[in-house]
């Protein structure tokens, strides 16, 4: 373990009594996406984790982005490190009252990707810390299953993805392949097909739309001409996404092209999960057995009458009537400390047993 990797960033560390700097066990759960990071400070104790009884939090750490793909790998692990280490300094706590790691990113898309975090995290924290490193979309089942890995999740927020696990350890993805490969129902897809609407109305492509008129009054523009210029000046996916109100106020208004595009969206999102749960077999062989359905993201939100998610989840239960949905319980950062410690508990009892046999 090294006390300054990262220049004076475990500084702290020093100042923290033996005491508090080992006493209690400690699991940190991370959540890193291309917005922000949260690091929270969970303590090792028994409690019943469900809806009705949320788990202790010591402390809460937010830092910037984390995906590897999106700032590059030194300046991530930066990030990690000083949100890690923001989150024990709260806690009044160093690394060595830590005992697990949940570490959740976008990014992690690949076994060489979680080997890489995995060998400089042991650089970083005690030899007998416990560390499990996957997707974010990990840390948002897990948010709704109180940290047990068994369902689908499905995220619908800037970009998609759908994700799902089995108890066996099996695992399957659809979609977050970013906009160029098609992530149509996500909230980037929604909006980018509404200016796509525009300009095709515009030049006579295409018909005509509400969206033409709202989308130049958000933007305090005169001409569609001019949305080229706004779209190529800074096209980050969140920054069109911003639109998606826009897109569903008009369905609202009875505008047939925003409307359609809503439809679309909400095919897009419910094949991504119909493909993850054919592949794992979630629902059984006569496809009636329960899941449960995690639903994340802004997309998602129940908060106008053409609620996206409920239509989506109208399209699953065609197919899966036993599907579950669910929303999160507790933030994704919580969710992937309650994967460490439904781990740890279960290697506890594991040993106990062990121990009675012998």
């Known amino acids: 373990m090294k006390r300054y990797r990262n220049g004076e960033i475990w500084d702290f560390e020093q100042q923290v009594s033996g005491e508090n700097g080992g006493g209690q066990k400690l699991i940190l759960g991370l959540d890193g996406g291309t917005t922000n990071t949260v690091c929270i400070c969970m303590p090792i104790i028994p409690f019943t984790p469900n809806h009705h009884h949320s788990p202790p939090v010591y402390a809460r750490a937010v830092a910037g982005c984390s995906n590897h793909n999106s700032v590059g790998e030194t300046a991530a692990r930066e990030t990690l490190e000083q949100v890690m280490a923001e989150a ?11 005992r697990a790691v949940c570490l959740a990113v976008s990014g992690v898309n690949h076994p060489t990707d979680q080997q890489r975090i995995l060998d400089w995290l042991r650089d970083i924290f005690p030899s ?11 840390a948002a089942l897990a948010s709704g299953t109180m940290g047990k890995l068994h369902g689908c999740v499905l995220i619908a927020g800037t970009g998609t993805i759908a994700y799902g696990y089995t108890e066996d350890g099996r695992e399957a993805r659809a979609s977050g392949a970013g906009p160029i490969l098609g992530d149509w129902g996500s909230g980037y897809g929604i909006a980018a097909k509404a200016l796509t609407a525009v300009i095709r109305a515009y030049d006579g492509r295409g018909p005509q739309t509400l969206l033409t008129r709202t989308i130049l009054h958000e933007l305090q523009y005169s001409s569609p001409d001019e949305l080229i210029g706004w ?8 920054r069109i996404a911003t639109l998606v109100p826009v897109v569903v106020s008009c ?14 969206a909400v095919q897009e999102l419910a094949s991504s999960v119909k493909a993850v749960v054919h592949r794992l ?9 329960s899941f449960p359905l995690v639903m994340v993201g802004g997309v998602l939100e129940a908060n106008r009458r053409w609620d996206i998610g409920k239509e989506v989840i109208s399209c699953i239960a065609k197919d899966f009537p036993g599907m579950l949905p669910i929303r999160p319980k507790v933030e994704p950062a919580v969710g992937a400390a309650l994967l460490a410690w439904n781990y740890l508990i279960e290697q506890s009892q594991q040993d106990h047993s062990e121990a009675d046999y012998n």
């Open 231 to 238: 779209t190529y000046a800074d096209p980050s996916w969140a």
């Open 128 to 138: 007998d810390v416990e560390f499990f490193v996957e997707n974010d979309s990990v």
């Open 281 to 289: 077999g979630l629902c059984g062989k006569d496809g009636n057995d």
């Open 251 to 264: 369905a609202e208004a009875g505008d047939q092209v925003a409307n359609d595009i809503l439809l679309h």
């Open 88 to 98: 024990l300094s709260k806690s009044g706590s160093t690394r060595t009252a830590v």
